[in-house]
């Protein structure tokens, strides 16, 4: 029997027992969602011109949204023209952890092949097909495995435009590029470039408006809004579709090991924010390539639509390409297997690929 003074001092020695234990639950619950993550984004590209293109909803519309998403848990930080870390280091940089996301295009052939996929010439009828081979078709996991393999993964997608013939002379058959100066774009289309009988002449991207006024070269295939964007309609008249790479797909890396050290329930919010904005880039593109070429016709640049035979004699012209990227790796060999069928599938049952076509070829 305890005496009444002692079942007093036990009481409040059990009730503060009992509320030290509750601090500490309390504590750690705030402490727990009081962590911030502060990750850092690598951008290949310049900073982008409006606020509405797919560069922009990448970048500040995505870092916002997460931090939205996961109320202020997740905070990115951006950093155009590669300030984090050279092109050819970015995935280097990713592993190190000098940067926890890479937002760019594929500029690794040599240490990840099946990255090069994208470069493939004629494999895409407009941004869909080629959101619908990346996110539905085997393609895209073989993509992501790639990359994962260097510690990274693919947490989205984004269409950046077509990759045209921009010139000065009119294109408008495949005998017509037989003796251009042409600015070697990726080392996959080297043999493209010989069997068009093109001399091909390697610039960076900044020398590309200089060389085009001084006749270095005679055409570059790029992004058609850099009509716009880097005022190559002032020195080229004549852009020639369909586009080679229609569109040049980019993409925002995250590394594996930082990705992993996110709880499950900010990895759910920052996946959810992705494809919502993912979907967003590919109207908002479709805008920023449309306004282009509307302010290049009014400047005088002519749109040469390929009629479809000398669209096929293209395509066939660029077969090394193909060959090439399927003798990389027994993943790029199956990649391009699934290609071929897409195409054949897409082209016989998807409306797009019609509306791609009209848009596109010559009648």
Known sequence: MYSKKEEIIMKKTLFLFTAAILAMFIFSGVVQA???YNLKMNVIYPPPITDWEAKYLTTHVFAKRVAEATN??????????SQLSPVAQGLAALEKGVTDLWNGSSTWGGTVPESDVIWLPYAFRGAEHAMHVLRETEVGKLFDDAYRKRGSRVLMYWP????????KKPIKALEDVRGMKLRSSYALWKGWYQRMGVSPINLAVAEQYQALMRGTVDATIY???TLDTYKFSEVCKYITVPAVVDPGMCYVLVSVEKWNSLPPEL????EKVAFEVEKETIPATARLSREALQKASTKGVEMIRLSRTEFEKFKESAMPAW????????ECAKMVKLIKEDIRQWDKMRPESKQWYDKWISK
């Not at 202020?72 to 023209?81: K, T």
Request: proline share 6%; no cysteine.
């Open 267 to 270: 990895q759910q919010a920052i």
């Open 223 to 225: 992004p058609e809004y």
């Open 72 to 81: 202020g848990r997740v905070n990115i930080q951006f950093f155009f023209n």
């Open 34 to 36: 009081a962590t911030v």
């Open 323 to 330: 060959d090439e990227f399927t003798a990389k790796s027994p």
């Open 160 to 167: 950046s435009g077509g990759m045209v013939f921009i010139s």
